[in-house]
């Protein structure tokens, strides 16, 4: 089956540092893998996704990940972080389509 | 916002009751997939409904079953709660089936 693993539980940075969080997934056929963000108090909502194409992929708020397929990685990064991106990050992959494995997550505090 | 709301919003258990969370999907959303999220860990896939048929379901046991209705929102039941079950239970409404999903904030459930 499917799966992702995250390895990072909690990251703390300071403002304008860079970040980047690491997903690995274990699957070698046809890979999707997404990339969601729960900030305190709010809903689930999706920073990116890899389909096929450009393994590069920009998502919201200045955010991007690089599929590299050879490392079995989808690691997301942002060249600098604000206090608002303090949040839980979920890498996850589909096992159909959208019915998604998410890793365990990384929380991310940013101290001003 | 995304539309889609869930409730109530906590609820308390005690362990061997049952429990019915409900989910109203986003206007246009005909598919309604659920997901648990305990504490510290991922959101787990539980089972997905589209156009009121299962399409789809995670590793849990048949003590959790649900139901989409004619207007597309959806109850996710648990019978013989465990304490185990306490967690944050998530719905997500998709346009159809293989397309992005949009989550609700969640029912917090608590057994005990």
């Known amino acids: 089956a499917q799966s992702v693993s995250q390895h990072n539980h909690h990251v703390i940075l300071s403002e304008a540092a860079s970040l980047e969080l690491g997903c690995n997934y274990s699957?070698?056929?046809?890979?999707?893998l997404f990339w969601y963000v729960q900030y305190p108090g709010q809903h689930l909502q999706l920073l990116l996704k890899y389909f096929s194409g450009d393994p590069l992929v920009k998502g919201i708020k200045g955010f991007e990940a690089e599929f590299i397929k050879s490392k079995f990685s989808f690691n997301l990064r942002k060249p600098s972080v604000q206090w608002s991106d303090t949040a839980e990050y979920f890498c996850?992959?589909?096992?159909?389509?959208?019915?998604?494995?998410f890793g365990k997550g990384t929380k991310l505090s940013v101290i001003p | 916002e995304t539309g889609v709301t869930q409730s109530p919003t906590h609820l308390i258990k005690t362990r061997g009751q049952q429990v019915t969370l409900r989910c109203s999907s986003q206007?246009?959303?005909?598919?309604v997939s659920w997901y648990q999220q305990a504490l510290g860990q991922g959101p787990q896939f539980i089972f997905q409904y589209y156009r009121e048929e299962e399409n789809g379901r995670g590793n849990f046991p048949p003590r959790f079953s649900g139901l989409q209705f004619p207007n597309y929102s959806s109850e996710l039941n648990v019978n013989a709660l465990e304490l185990d079950d306490s967690a944050l239970y998530l719905c997500a409404s998709h346009r159809e089936w293989n397309t992005e999903a949009f989550f609700g904030q969640g029912t917090r459930l608590t057994v005990v």
């Open positions: 206007s246009g959303h005909n598919t």
């Open positions: 996850a992959v589909p096992r159909g389509s959208y019915q998604l494995t």
């Open positions: 699957y070698g056929g046809t890979v999707n």
